[in-house]
């Protein structure tokens, strides 16, 4: 499963669009311990689904999921190096910082004023010196082990470390570092905060997300406005725009009505669905489908993941006795109406082990028990 976890300060939103996105109630925040993560399950959204349930009308519907940690921090801090020890935090896959850009008097700031690409900085600096007290603890115990045994195994990870404490010492996050192969998986083994991949949330004020367009024009406007555009230009960072306000209302209505409120304001979606949608995008995931009248379900895979290791995502032996993949694109299945339709037109392929899913394949793998 997809984990990202909620960093931010108080007053930011943070907790509310959690609460919002997992339908996390605060009575259950209540029972967890100081210090302790509270993790709650999301539903990433997405249409191709309804569509294919729609379909095989199945007994069972189940989308993608990601989940998500929020932790509580003394207030008026971010509680940065705190995260460093929380297992939550550590097992992250992408942080999500959500950033405080509306305008309430009764809501005072941490800081005492509004500044967005200040806030952002200044996470950027707590992770970033969270990580050096890593790097250097690392090295320190690195150098006694070599003076009792040298390895070329330790002298390669004392190498990869030592590059992590200097860009650390440069002010540079770990995720802007260009590393390949064993040295990027060791680096994710230290579970360094700031090599995560970083979604900013942009809070807004309602006005100002009734201003402009949905996507990338709205984001990119709400940046602007921010002083965040040099920021977002940093490798794995992305962002999006929402208004905690309003997804507040939006939850009290039902469907139909949550609806027309969205279509009154010129969106397409909840700013909950983007920012659910725009974590698993940050971390290179796609989804392919298995369908039929038992259940329709969407699966969560990296981007160029082969067929045989997609399979292991069903069952470890499938993939352990992968025959082959029959694949279908989500768009001729829609367009033919059905399977047999599909291959009738020679629109059903024989895949082998290494073929790469695409982001919508509708996969049946044939393997031996």
Known sequence: MLRAALIGLGSSGKTTLFQLMTSAK?????AHGKGEAFIGISKVPDPRLDRLTAMYNPRKRVPATVEFSDLAVPAGTSGAQALVDVVAYKNADALVHVL?????????????????????????????????????????RLEK??????SAELERERDVVTVCRAALEEGRPLRALDLKGDDLKQLRGFQFLSAKPLLIVINLDEAQLADGAEGATEIDRAAGAAGLTPFLSRAA?????????IE??????????????????GLK?????????????????ISFFTVG???CRAWSIPRHTPAQL????????????????????????????????????????LEGKDYIVQDGDIINFRFAT
Do not use: N, W
Not at 118 to 125: H, I, K, L, Y
């Open 237 to 245: 960072t992305a962002a999006v725009a929402v208004c905690a306000k």
């Open 269 to 285: 979606e909840s700013g909950l669905d983007r920012v659910i949608r725009a974590s698993y995008e940050l971390l290179g995931y």
């Open 145 to 150: 082990d070599l003076k009792k045994s040298r």
């Open 293 to 295: 009248d038992d259940e």
């Open 100 to 140: 405080r850009a509306f305008q309430d008097p009764a809501v005072p700031h941490p800081s005492g004023s509004i500044d967005p690409a200040r806030d952002a900085q200044s996470m950027e600096d707590e992770l970033i010196l969270a990580d050096l007290g890593v790097a250097e603890r690392r090295l320190e």
């Open 26 to 30: 605060e009575s259950a925040r209540a």
């Open 248 to 265: 507040l209302e939006i939850a009290q209505l039902d469907a139909a009505d949550a609806a027309a409120f969205l279509s009154d304001l």
């Open 310 to 349: 997609a399979a292991g995502e069903i069952h470890s032996d499938i993939a352990r006795g992968f025959i082959r993949a029959e694949v279908v694109g989500y768009d001729s299945l829609i367009a033919r109406g059905s399977m047999a339709a599909c291959r009738d037109r020679g629109e059903v392929r």
